[in-house]
């Protein structure tokens, strides 16, 4: 089975803090990891995906497959991160493509 | 056009109604996903097409739910006799190919609200 967590359903950060949004995954074989996120009355939007290690809007996402884990971070947070973060796993397959699992969502909050 | 598009944004059933929602991916893509998202929690799977073959409907949670993808581009998911229980955003996703780091683009879904 494979699954994803996200421990915090609400995050609150003042201006210009570092952030860290958790995530954490089980799954049996080599997963892909991405960072979903939907600002306020928007679709949801890839943020970034560990294959490409890249930062996007500042973030970073680093997979630790010791532990597990695929946390997002920002060094200095800024109000118009504001969002619902998503964390998702690519692993079952579906025919040729794979589907994704996500996690319960945080919503992160930053605070002026 | 410029991303998927869905119809209707919201829809409100009563408890036995049918509700059929359209998905318009993003021309030539050839994956399309659709997602149920609960009031509170992450998207969660429904079934899959690659072009107009339905690969994966093993997330569909029960016979009621039903989707079709007849010429491989709009995509309609249908939901026979509705409960209170299928009350949810309901998702379409579309991807350019079929590779696993494909991403996807959503719409901005269907709220259903079964009273």
């Known amino acids: 089975a494979q699954r994803v967590t996200q421990p915090e359903k609400l995050l609150s950060v003042f201006k210009g803090a570092p952030v860290e949004l958790k995530c954490n995954y089980s799954?049996?074989?080599?997963?892909?990891l991405f960072w979903y996120v939907q600002y306020s009355r928007q679709r949801l939007q890839l943020l970034l995906r560990?294959?490409s290690r890249e930062s996007i809007k500042g973030f970073t996402a680093d997979l630790n497959k010791g532990e597990t884990s695929f946390h997002l971070k920002k060094p200095f947070a800024q109000e118009e991160d504001s969002a619902m973060y998503y964390c998702?796993?690519?692993?079952?397959?579906?025919?040729?493509?794979?589907?994704?699992?996500f996690g319960s969502g945080t919503q992160l909050t930053v605070l002026p | 056009g410029a991303g998927v598009s869905q119809s209707p944004r919201y829809k409100v059933a009563k408890r036995g109604q049918d509700v059929a929602l359209r998905c318009d991916p993003i021309?030539?893509?050839?994956?399309l996903f659709w997602y149920q998202q609960a009031l509170g929690q992450g998207p969660e799977f429904l079934t899959y097409?690659?072009?107009?073959?339905?690969?994966?409907k093993s997330g569909l949670p029960s016979d009621r739910f039903f989707a079709e993808r007849p010429e491989g581009s709009v995509s309609t998911l249908k939901i026979q006799r509705t409960q209170q229980e299928d009350s949810a955003v309901y998702l379409c996703?579309?991807?350019?190919?079929?590779?696993?780091?494909?991403?996807?683009?959503f719409g901005n879904g269907t709220r259903l609200t079964v009273t």
């Open positions: 996703a579309s991807s350019l190919e079929v590779g696993r780091n494909s991403p996807l683009h």
């Open positions: 799954y049996s074989g080599s997963p892909e």
């Open positions: 560990h294959i």
């Open positions: 998702a796993l690519s692993g079952r397959a579906s025919g040729s493509a794979r589907q994704l699992t």
């Open positions: 021309s030539g893509h050839v994956s």
């Open positions: 097409f690659q072009n107009e073959a339905q690969l994966d």
